[in-house]
């Protein structure tokens, strides 16, 4: 199983970045994919989810800047971030769950995003 996440960068406060995550391995259709991020001395936090449904859910942070969206057919899962704040520095890593009777998990290697203010 692997998860590639791609498209972190440097970028101004204000600006827009699109992460991917393509994955590979799994049934991408059937687990729910989420974005996670960890800032330099601060914890892991759950930054948005979508489920198998795309149904999503998003930090309170994040909500109304940030969009998570699926496409079943690359077996990829974007994050959209715009409006960036100094705050959203982070390595931001991708997350595949399947909950079944037994619950699978996976990670990626993670991506930096770092925003100047």
């Known amino acids: 199983v692997q998860l590639v996440e791609s498209g972190g960068d440097l970028v101004q406060a204000g600006g827009s970045l699109r992460l991917s995550c393509a994955a590979s391995g799994i049934i991408f259709s059937r687990y729910s994919m989420g974005w996670y991020r960890q800032a330099p001395g601060k914890q892991s936090e759950s930054v948005a989810t979508i489920a198998s449904t795309s149904s999503t859910n998003y930090a309170d942070s994040v909500k109304g800047r940030f969009t998570i969206s699926r496409d079943n057919a690359k077996n990829t899962v974007y994050l959209q971030m715009n409006s960036l704040k100094a705050e959203d520095t982070a390595v931001y890593y991708c997350?595949?769950?399947?909950?079944?009777?037994?619950?699978?998990?996976?990670w990626g290697q993670g991506t930096q995003v770092t925003v100047s203010s």
């Open positions: 997350n595949a769950k399947y909950s079944g009777i037994v619950t699978t998990d996976y």
